[in-house]
């Protein structure tokens, strides 16, 4: 009897110490300095957590070894799958990573208040008397945590380009609008009547509804969903902690509510767009799309591109997502230490938005090796445009499109860009003359100062550099 | 079982906990860090570890299962892939020896 007093105590001084240890985390990971001590004192964090809860044998009655050995099976297969492919997954597919590790945090959550309802609707559960503030608290973080599920795996599906970029139907809205309102409705009524048939019936509609929320979202918004789904997913793992009267998990999951609330607001921010406006407005897939363009893309071939750059002395490269897909990150690297080499300044001029989530594009030329002091931010390279000599825009499309500032009926208006446009010359590497990803033509690309480098990424980067040693022979000076 | 306002106030001071530590992000850090919050709420791995642990019936052990096996993929890869991106971080801070990184 008294060891397993000793016992509840060392667990649930070991769910103090984890809760601890992911705040400090966290609080850890917002600074580049502490960052990586950051992961590790969340991850031992959640180890000790993990390591605790094996222990706990709280049923009256049995302790059931089954139930121990089915825990053990479900964690060593499951990280076993997520270890092996986030080790293996490439830096551009990251989001969609995060998006599917998140959904199934969610669907963890989900599972945990099924559980719940499910028991104490049968009654055949010891914990059949759960209070109605914890039903209550079961059925909304099952909604929350079904929606982020679902939501996440078609969000995944689509960065990975697994489906469709949208998916519309007349009505679409209101079909929506029927199925989540059907959820809440049969939710709370199983609050005050649990009921087998109506809890399986409302987990139905709220995972569906995360697929019909998702669908008609168009990728360029993406970011700002997974953001999203992931404060739900908090949120969900702290009500649900409420239901277990497990305070760890209400601290972690209530700070990432909270944290991801901030973040979807930082990023839908910088992409001039409220949250709102994310889910209910079908923005990003084309759709009613922008006045026609007038003129013509004007080509430009890499040993004449490579003799603009030598002739500058300002060089500033904007990478957008098409760089990494291209992989052409260290060739850009490359050509850009050509550069240096030869007198000029570099800078890398970097969107908020760019890559697939705020900060991508940071990681992805990190990884490229390229210093920091290079890279600029927005507000802090936009008046430098006026003095750049050449731009090279490599990958990015949207970003760089004028229309967000002079265009009232493109979708993109109002959303900050690079003001790539009044550079004195520009040269864009492409690989042919299709759209952005909001799937919106670009009046930069049809400016009479504007060359069209059709290529893949790696080849013109490095035909840029033969060129540049064509030019002066491969010397420095 | 935790009292209704006491948890009214966890909320309360969890929330704004959440809100204050990463209200001075640097934009170049979002992304490791919406991931590394990802990681956080894989603590979700042991609620559904008891919810498992106390099943009684076949169904709730199902269950249990799917949660438990949610709940360690969100937390394993969650951790990976926030140590993968953290990991070259760290070479912002001596912006000479990166140089050399570029090949």
Not at chain 1, 68 to 82: K, M, P, Y
Not at chain 2, 26 to 48: C, K, Y
Request: proline share 3%; charged share 15%.
């Amino acid at each position: 009897m008294e060891t397993a007093k000793i016992v509840s105590l060392l667990i649930q001084a070991s769910y103090f110490a984890a809760a601890v240890l992911l705040i400090l985390g966290i609080k850890r990971m917002a600074s580049p300095v502490t960052a990586r001590s950051g992961i590790q004192w969340a991850g031992i964090g959640v180890l000790i957590a993990v390591i605790a809860t094996f222990f706990h044998t709280e049923v009256p009655g049995h302790v059931l070894i089954e139930n121990a050995v089915l825990i053990f099976i479900a964690i060593a297969a499951s990280t076993a799958i997520a270890w092996i492919w986030g080790k293996k997954v490439a830096m551009t597919d990251m989001p969609q990573m995060v998006a599917l590790y998140n959904g199934m945090g969610g669907g963890s959550a989900a599972a945990i208040g099924a559980s719940a309802l499910l028991g104490a609707a049968t009654q055949s559960h010891f914990e059949s008397h759960l209070t109605t503030t914890q039903t209550l608290l079961a059925v909304i973080g099952a909604l929350i945590g079904s929606i982020s599920m679902t939501g996440s795996i078609i969000a995944w599906a689509k960065l990975d380009g697994r489906m469709d970029k949208t998916f519309r139907f007349g009505g679409q809205k209101l079909v929506n609008g029927a199925c989540f309102l059907a959820a809440l409705l049969i939710g709370l009524y199983s609050v005050w009547h649990l009921q087998t048939q109506w809890i399986i019936l409302f987990f139905a509609l709220a995972l569906l509804f995360g697929v019909l929320m998702t669908l008609p979202i168009g990728g360029a918004d993406m970011p700002v969903v997974i953001s999203l789904y992931n404060a739900f997913t908090g949120l969900a793992v702290g009500f649900e902690g409420y239901v277990q009267g497990n305070i760890a998990l209400i601290i972690a999951g209530t700070v990432v509510g909270a944290a991801g609330t901030l973040l979807t607001r930082l990023m839908a921010k910088a992409m001039n767009r409220s949250i709102a406006n994310v889910l209910f407005s079908n923005f990003g897939g084309g759709g009613a799309s922008a006045q026609e363009i007038k003129g013509s893309q004007k080509p430009i071939e890499a040993d004449d591109a490579a003799s603009l750059l030598y002739m500058a002395d300002n060089v500033i490269i904007v990478p957008g997502y098409g760089m990494a897909v291209a992989q052409a990150q260290h060739k850009i690297w490359e050509l850009s230490k050509n550069l240096i080499a030869r007198g000029k300044s570099v800078k890398f001029a970097i969107h908020p938005v760019a890559g697939r989530m705020p900060g991508h594009m940071n990681v992805l030329l990190a990884e490229a090796g390229v210093p920091y002091d290079l890279i600029a931010d927005m507000d802090d390279i936009n008046p430098e445009f006026p003095n750049c000599d050449v731009a090279i825009v490599i990958g990015a499309n949207d970003v760089v499109n004028p229309a967000a500032k002079t265009d009232k009926s493109s979708p993109i208006y109002g959303m900050p860009i690079l003001d790539v446009a009044n550079a004195k010359q520009t040269i864009v590497i492409k690989r042919g003359k299709g759209t952005g990803f909001a799937g919106i033509e670009n009046e930069l690309f049809y400016q009479d100062n504007t060359r069209m480098l059709y290529a893949d990424g790696q080849d013109a980067a490095n035909k840029l550099i033969a060129g540049l040693k064509a030019v002066d022979g491969g010397g420095g000076h | 079982m935790i009292d209704g306002f006491l948890a009214l106030y966890l909320f309360m001071l969890a929330a704004f906990t959440g809100h204050e530590i990463i209200s001075r992000v640097p934009v170049i850090l979002h992304t490791p860090l919406m991931s590394g919050s990802n990681f956080v709420h894989g603590i979700v791995l042991v609620g559904a570890m008891i919810a498992l642990g106390e099943a009684t019936t076949w169904w709730q052990q199902v269950i249990g299962f799917v949660g438990v096996f949610l709940g360690a993929g969100n937390a394993a890869g969650g951790y990976v892939v926030t140590e993968r991106m953290l990991e070259m971080f760290k070479s912002s801070k001596k912006p000479a020896a990166a140089g050399e990184g570029g090949k």
